[in-house]
């Protein structure tokens, strides 16, 4: 059992080019939810899904998309890579409301 | 606006002693809390979930009270061991299962 695996575990970008961060759970969660850790800011809130074809927007969500066509993947989307959102990236899934969240093991993104 | 306060400086602690770390909220009014985990270079692992209702939850060592009078949630490591070195973080969950995290309190137990 997998759990949640986001790929790849780090990456460089140039300042302007676009990539996705892969995440990826097999415990049949619907919930699941993409987060930004910062040096002393905590983990933020950048988009979330409910369920297959529903997702919506978090604390931070400019300069991201997200889609959710299948319950088990919940691509990151960036569309014009800028410094700020050099950051390490975590995905979560959740069985449901108000249950513990488990997350990835990161992505390490450094836009230069 | 929301604010989740953890203790930003290390928490050093001997051996065998009991840690306690503070999550203070302003501007919230949670469902529930959580606290997890965090290890250097990975993702954060749920420990321990205490609903609004609840004023204590144990799971071996580990302790949390949740006074939503004060706003505070305090976590108990009892008998610390250098393994429990890590850094804590306290999530706060309203309706839609979204989750606000605090900046996390690093610990190191010295042996």
């Known amino acids: 059992n997998a759990g949640v695996t986001q790929t790849p575990k780090f990456q460089v970008l140039k300042t302007g080019q676009s990539m996705t961060l892969q995440c990826a759970q097999d415990m049949n969660h619907e919930y699941m939810s993409w987060y930004r850790q910062d040096p002393g800011m905590g983990l933020r809130l950048i988009h979330y899904s409910v369920g297959a074809g529903i997702t919506d927007q978090g604390e931070v969500p400019n300069g991201y998309n997200v889609s959710r066509s299948t319950t088990e993947d919940f691509p990151l989307r960036l569309l014009s890579a800028a410094p700020s959102q050099t950051s390490v990236y975590f995905c979560a899934s959740t069985e449901d409301r108000n249950t513990e969240a488990f997350f990835g093991q990161g992505t390490r993104l450094t836009v230069v | 606006s929301q604010k989740i306060e953890q203790n930003s400086e290390a928490l050093n602690i001997q051996e065998g002693k009991t840690a306690t770390l503070t999550c203070n909220y302003t501007?919230?009014?949670?469902?529930?809390l959580q606290w997890y985990r965090q290890d250097p270079g990975r993702g954060p692992v749920f420990l321990l979930l205490i609903r609004e209702n609840e004023k204590e939850k144990r799971k071996e060592r580990l302790k949390v009270t949740f006074d939503t009078t004060l706003k505070q949630s305090l976590f108990h490591i009892t008998a610390s061991q250098p393994a429990d070195s890590a850094t804590y973080l306290c999530?706060?969950?309203?309706?839609?299962?979204?989750?606000?995290f605090g900046g996390g309190t690093r610990v190191l137990v010295k042996p």
């Open positions: 501007n919230y009014s949670p469902a529930y």
């Open positions: 999530a706060l969950g309203a309706a839609g299962n979204k989750l606000t």
